[in-house]
């Protein structure tokens, strides 16, 4: 399929990796809210390859949801946009100011700047911090805090647990009850620790992620501004043919060799 460059007037919403793979997931924690917001739509979505990248890795085990979302892209029901390709110097920019920040977010925010009149339905409370062009929010269609206490209480097949052993989306419901007005939570350290745990390795990633930016905040200007001349450099150090790419083959087998395996 042949890329058509983007009308971005034509284009009034861009969709992240989140609501794709809450619509296409059933057991996944935002697949009420996606399957309600993207189904009223009767229109296309944008996206970047990155983000759909994000969603077939997320969806690789779930063979049926993976096809529909090929279907998906197949039928232009949702359009891709090679932003990482075509703005790779504006997606190093933001990734140097938010030093957090996913790849996939960062393409998403330079398609906000694309299609400026366009909004993002995401699940990500990270957008609303993120800003395009020089300080502006990005338009956003994104769920109520509070949302994911409901969308567990939505009519399911029975669940039959192991004796014992909580279901994800007990646990999910727990960690994410907030205490009501005036409680003190009880939760100790080492219980959170061990809900935690039990938790999936991409969901414990991003809580990382928040905590650490939580606790030490962005990243200082004067570093951000040297990251992203770092960047710069880089990229064009590459595209010149002055450094030559190292094989990803070789790398890993320096690490295998480095760590003894």
């Known amino acids: 399929m042949t890329f058509r460059p983007l009308k971005a007037s034509a284009i009034n919403y861009l969709v992240d990796a989140g609501p794709l793979i809450g619509l296409l997931d059933g057991d996944d924690q935002w697949h009420g809210w996606g399957r309600e917001t993207l189904t009223v739509l009767d229109e296309r979505l944008a996206t970047t390859e990155t983000a759909v990248a994000e969603a077939c890795h997320r969806l690789r085990q779930l063979r049926p949801a993976l096809a529909e979302l090929i279907e998906l892209i197949a039928s232009e029901r949702v359009l891709l946009v090679p932003v990482l390709s075509e703005q790779p110097r504006r997606v190093g920019e933001l990734l140097a100011k938010y030093p957090l ?32 062009f020089r300080n502006q929010a990005i ?75 939580e606790t030490h905040g962005g990243q200082d200007p004067a570093h951000a501004q040297a990251w992203s001349a770092t960047v710069q450099r880089r990229v064009d150090e590459i595209r010149s043919g002055a450094v030559e790419g190292i094989p990803g083959e070789t790398t890993s087998a320096k690490i295998r060799r480095i760590v003894g395996r």
């Not at 996913?102 to 993002?120: H, Q, W």
């Not at 039959?160 to 939760?187: F, N």
Request: charged fraction near 30%.
């Open 101 to 132: 920040m996913a790849t996939g977010d960062a393409t998403l925010v330079v398609l906000s700047e694309l299609c400026p009149r366009a909004k993002l339905i995401t699940v990500d409370e990270d957008f609303r911090r993120y800003r395009r």
């Open 139 to 213: 338009p956003l269609v994104i769920p109520e805090r509070g949302w994911v206490n409901a969308l567990w209480q939505e009519s399911r097949p029975p669940i039959h647990p192991i004796p014992g052993r909580r279901s994800r989306s007990s646990r999910l419901r727990r960690l994410a009850a907030r205490p009501e007005s005036g409680s003190v939570a009880t939760m100790s350290v080492d219980q959170l620790v061990a809900e935690i745990r039990s938790l999936p390795r991409d969901v414990v990633t991003d809580l990382v992620d928040r905590v650490l930016f």
